[in-house]
C-alpha cells in the first residue's frame, strides 16, 4: 500500500512539473542591427564604399536613406544587398560643419 501511495505521489509529480520553454535568442537582422547603432551613435548619412577604396562624399549627401526590409538598405536610388556588406565604420567627418557618417563596405 505505501507502495502505491508512494508511486501515485511520484506521478503526481512528474505530471505537475511542467518542462521549462526553451528560451530562444531573439535574433536581429542585419538592418535591425545597423539601425541600432546609427540611432545610438547618432550617425546622421550613410556612405558605401567598395573595400580599398577611398570614398568620400560631401556633407549632407548620404542623408537620404532608408531601411528597406530583408536586409537592404536603399541610398538616395541605388538598393544595396546588407548580406554582402564585409563591414562598416562611422567617422566624424568635417571641420567647421561636421557630421557623423557610416560607411558601409562592401567587395569590389
Known sequence: MKLFFTSLLLIALLISCKKDDAV???INSIS???QLVIKNK???ALQVCN???SC???IGWGTDYSFEGDNIVRLRDRYYNLNKMD???IET???GTTEIRMTLFFPQ
Do not use: S
Open 24 to 26: 530562444t535568442p531573439e
Open 32 to 34: 535591425e542591427d545597423l
Open 42 to 44: 547618432g550617425v546622421q
Open 51 to 53: 573595400v580599398g577604396l
Open 56 to 58: 568620400t562624399q560631401t
Open 87 to 89: 563591414y562598416y565604420e
Open 93 to 95: 567627418i568635417g571641420t
